[in-house]
């Protein structure tokens, strides 16, 4: 018995430095909890989708439309995973047995039985889910889950657990009677040779031995077969023992799945839930693999909104044919935010998910890389700079062409002239290498430099101000800011 994986393959696994890259500067930590809060499992399962961002449209497609069939039958599914989990912590209380450091130990008979114990297990379960199933009135659109609710209807049917479940009530004979019926040759130095079960004998039952014209029957006594009779009755019965191990390893795995993509289905029901409540707007990403820029309309914070306990403002931004966008402006004036609300809309984009905007447009990046300041590194004696630097290598080495790179207040840490310069080479090796970059920066100097240029590859944001020079959050289109507005550092520095 095998079963394939339901819904979706794993994409290209992240690094561990680029998913703890990911994790740290988008507060994916945030997200996580809200789509799973205390349960770890669902977070595990959560975490392990963000990580792997799709670069296959059929593939998001297909995943986007479980999606929305899961939220549409909760309920359903929700029971699915928890039979699911049950089945499989059931089982794993029985694993230490298994293990092949005990095969001197425990008998093939002891493992044999207790895999019968744990096949029971499993046949309670997929009765359950064919129950819930069958009980289920409403339609589904995806094509994976309506090729999984047959495949359970059909596979797991009344009839036919009902006659997995006779075959193990033959098969637990052996917890009542060690009568076994064998079949066996006398091989090279009275060794028995290929041994063959016929049946397992039920108590009290005569003991018959049906013989071929060609066998002869040789009773057990003083000979030197009796000193061999362990080993005859371990191979009949070991192939039983694979055969056994092998379908239970079979339906764990089918559970387990279940349980792991029906965590983060279930993850982003729960997800959509909390950002309606606090007032987001949600949509639906359009998705076009050789689109040119992202283009989004009234787009937020989801992690911000979390935090926070209410929607923050959005921003309206199109940067198609641009492939670096440079954000410039006071502290506190929300470019980090925005810097992370494009991070986390393509990641949830392109991990099949909905997006925190009114609208939202995007190609399909082969990596998504993140940037940020993170602090000295006082173990090995790396000031800013250099942990910096190595950090910056770090992702050289790895990037890709026709991936987004966020760069959050990148080369602040050393002197404004040798932070212009080192900003010059290295946004420009990355731009010729056919990467997008968002560089949200304070170096005025570099930024001054590419507006006079007059580059058409670049879009030019700024933290947008209200009448009386207060921050609103929301970013324009406009020339870099050389410097904070008097009255907004009066503000920072004294208050009021």
Request: glycine content about 6%.
């Amino acid at each position: 018995m095998t079963f394939d994986i339901l819904f979706f393959k794993d994409a290209a696994e992240a690094t561990q430095q680029e998913a703890g890259t990911l994790m740290d500067d988008l507060r994916l930590d945030v997200l996580l909890d809200a789509m799973a809060g205390e349960d770890k499992r669902m977070a595990d399962a959560c975490k392990r989708v963000l990580l792997r961002p799709l670069t296959n449209e059929k593939a998001l497609s297909a995943r986007r439309n479980v999606r929305a069939d899961v939220a549409a039958h909760e309920s359903l599914f929700s029971g699915l995973m928890t039979a699911a989990r049950e089945a499989v912590d059931g089982a794993a209380r029985y694993a230490e047995f298994q293990k092949p450091r005990y095969d001197h130990i425990i008998p093939p008979q002891k493992k044999f039985l207790t895999e019968i114990h744990i096949a029971r297990l499993y046949l309670k379960c997929l009765r359950n889910i064919h129950a819930m199933v069958t009980g289920e009135a409403g339609a589904f659109r995806s094509e994976a889950v309506q090729s999984l609710m047959a495949m359970i209807r059909t596979r797991f049917s009344t009839e036919n657990i009902a006659r997995m479940e006779a075959r193990l009530k033959t098969l637990d004979s052996l917890r009542l009677s060690d009568d076994l019926t064998l079949s066996a040759s006398v091989g090279q130095g009275l060794k028995p040779a290929g041994v063959v079960l016929n049946c397992l004998a039920e108590p009290g039952a005569s003991r018959r031995k049906h013989l071929r014209d060609n066998e002869t029957q040789i009773r057990l006594s003083s000979t030197t077969l009796i000193r061999n009779t362990d080993d005859v009755v371990q191979s009949a019965v070991f192939p039983l023992l694979q055969t056994m191990a092998h379908s239970n390893k079979s339906i764990r795995m089918f559970l387990e799945a279940l349980d792991v993509q029906l965590g983060f289905y279930l993850g982003c029901a729960h997800l959509r839930d909390r950002l309606k409540k606090l007032g987001i707007l949600l949509c639906e990403p359009e998705i076009t693999p050789g689109a040119n820029g992202i283009e989004s309309n009234a787009l937020q914070n989801a992690v911000l909104a979390l935090q926070e306990g209410r929607a923050p403002a959005g921003n309206d931004v199109c940067f198609l044919d641009k492939r670096l966008v440079l954000v410039t402006g006071v502290n506190q004036g929300g470019k980090t935010t925005f810097l992370r609300s494009v991070g986390l809309a393509q990641l949830m984009a392109q991990c099949g998910m909905f997006v925190a905007a009114a609208a939202y447009a995007c190609p399909l990046y082969v990596g998504l890389y993140t940037h940020f300041p993170s602090g000295e590194d006082t173990s090995r004696g790396k000031g800013l700079l250099d942990v910096e630097l190595h950090k910056l290598s770090g992702i050289v080495d790895r990037i890709r062409p026709h991936s987004l790179l966020l760069m959050n207040e990148t080369f602040q840490t050393t002197m404004p002239l040798d932070a212009k310069y080192l900003a010059e080479l290295t946004v420009r090796a990355f731009l010729d290498s056919g990467i997008t970059v968002l560089f949200v920066t304070h170096l005025y100097a570099y930024a001054a430099a590419r507006y006079a240029d007059h580059r058409g590859d670049t879009l030019f944001l700024r933290a947008k101000r209200d009448a009386d020079g207060r921050n609103t959050y929301v970013l324009q289109e406009g020339e870099p800011y050389a410097s904070a507005m008097g009255s907004a550092l009066y503000r920072e520095v004294i208050g009021g």
